[in-house]
């Protein structure tokens, strides 16, 4: 976690993050292989319930805590804000795939599909986290905004 990103001075794990990472980019993939827009759908509904407070209910998350328990990784704490504001970014860029699907425009489709997955890719093997940066940087050029 970077600085800049924002605090909201709660605690998650992030090695269950990033296997949630894990699990987005394989949605991804998956989409771009089947052109199912139930797969994002179903993507959307779990950053949602993530982002929501329902991580109980959560399929990622749960697969997530089960892969982190059964390979006994590590725990390790971080603050909350960055992990949230990436799943609000991702909810974006699936509600943007999702319209750029049916939409037909395939190529809006790859782009976005090609920033998402760099995105999780980034994250997951690196721990840079791409909102935070954009958040940065944002904050600056719009500084009342964040009062």
Known sequence: MAQQCPL?????????????????????????????????????????????????????????????????????????????????????FTIALVITSLLHADVAVAIISGIFLSCAALELFFGYCVACQIYYITKKIYPKWFE
Do not use: C, W
């Open 8 to 92: 909201i001075f709660r605690q998650v794990d992030a090695t269950v993050t990033r296997i949630n990472t894990l699990f987005v980019a394989g949605s991804i993939v998956a989409f771009l292989l089947t052109h199912s827009i139930m797969v994002l759908i179903f993507l959307t509904g779990d950053f949602i319930l993530r982002l929501y407070g329902y991580k109980s209910y959560s399929p990622f998350q749960n697969l997530s805590l089960m892969i982190q328990h059964k390979l006994s990784l590590p725990v390790k704490m971080e603050d909350a804000g960055a992990k949230r504001l990436a799943a609000q970014f991702g909810v974006g």
